[in-house]
C-alpha cells in the first residue's frame, strides 16, 4: 500500500503562481513513477505532469512551460510548481503513483487539493 498526501492548493489570482507538494508514504520507492492529474468540475480526470524514477519528465501540452514537476526521493515528496496560473487551471489536483508489481503497475491517488485560479 501507498499513501499520498497533497498539500499546498489554494486561492490566486490569474498570473499568479502556486506550488504543490505530495508526501507519500508505505510502500514506497524511488522506482516509482510519480504525477500529477486534474479534474475539473464536469470534465474527466487529466494528465498534468510525471516524473520518473530516473527524472525524466512529462508534461500536458496546456501546461508546458509554466508547470514544473520535481521529485525529492530522500524526502519521499513530489513536487508540482505552477507559474502563469489561468483560470482554466482551475481544478482539483490529484498526486499520484505507479507502483510496479509482479502483473503491471497499481495506481495510487491522493485526496485531491482543490486549486482555484481567479480572473
Known amino acids: 500500500q501507498v499513501q499520498l498526501v497533497e498539500s499546498g492548493g489554494g486561492l490566486v489570482q490569474a498570473g499568479g503562481s502556486l506550488g504543490l507538494s505530495c508526501a507519500y508514504s508505505?510502500?514506497?520507492?524511488?522506482?516509482?513513477?510519480m504525477g500529477w492529474y486534474r479534474q475539473a468540475p464536469g470534465k474527466q480526470r487529466e494528465l498534468v505532469a510525471t516524473?520518473?524514477?530516473?527524472?525524466?519528465?512529462n508534461y500536458a501540452d496546456s501546461v508546458m512551460g509554466r508547470f514544473t514537476i520535481t521529485r525529492d526521493n530522500a524526502k519521499n515528496t513530489v513536487y508540482l510548481q505552477m507559474s502563469s496560473l489561468q483560470p482554466e487551471d482551475t481544478a482539483v489536483y490529484y498526486c499520484n503513483a505507479k507502483v510496479p508489481t509482479v502483473f503491471g503497475t497499481t495506481d495510487y491517488w491522493g485526496q485531491g487539493t482543490q486549486v482555484t485560479v481567479s480572473s
Open positions: 508505505g510502500r514506497t520507492s524511488s522506482r516509482n513513477t
Open positions: 516524473i520518473s524514477s530516473g527524472g525524466s519528465t
